[in-house]
């Protein structure tokens, strides 16, 4: 019997689950077929959830809403909620790399997680690229080569 190949542990950042969830984005397919890989499991944090879900809540918007909790519930298999530890590492994240502080911190989860990577919407020379201790991989449609 042949055992199943370990899965990927991805750790999406806000960006990702609002392109999935609204489908409003250039990106938006890109997102929702990382959102539904089998190949996959999910690792998120407190960050990320507060970035999408109370914004979704109070403009009323219900679909989205249940989107996030479904992913959250039901999708999400890693949390990184040891606030302390994340801030801590979030911290050296930022000044090793030049990181924003909500960029460092989801790096920072996503390593105490145990994932192995990072998706995100950002471009490509954005400052979250500069992160080394963990792969960075974005959906952001790059422009074609001239």
């Given amino acids: 019997m042949q055992s199943a190949a370990p899965k990927i542990v991805t750790y999406v950042d806000s960006g990702v689950l609002i392109a999935a969830a ?6 938006s397919e890109s997102a929702l077929e990382v959102i539904i890989d ?10 990320v959830r507060l970035e999408v879900l109370p ?14 909790r479904t992913f959250f519930d039901e999708k999400v ?14 911290y050296r994240e930022a000044y090793e790399a030049g990181l924003a502080a909500l ?13 192995d990577e990072i998706v995100t919407i950002e ?10 201790s963990i792969k960075i991989f974005t959906i952001h449609p790059h422009p074609a080569a001239s």
């Fill in 123 to 132: 471009r490509p020379e954005k400052a979250i690229h500069r992160a080394r």
């Fill in 55 to 68: 914004k979704a809540i109070y403009f009323r918007n219900e679909d989205e809403a249940a989107f996030y």
């Fill in 103 to 115: 960029d460092a911190l989801h790096v920072a989860a996503a390593l105490l997680a145990d994932a």
């Fill in 77 to 90: 298999t890693r949390w990184a909620d040891r606030i302390e530890e994340i801030v801590e590492a979030g």
């Fill in 38 to 47: 089998p190949g996959r499991e999910f690792a998120s944090s407190p960050f």
């Fill in 22 to 27: 609204t489908g409003r984005s250039t990106v």
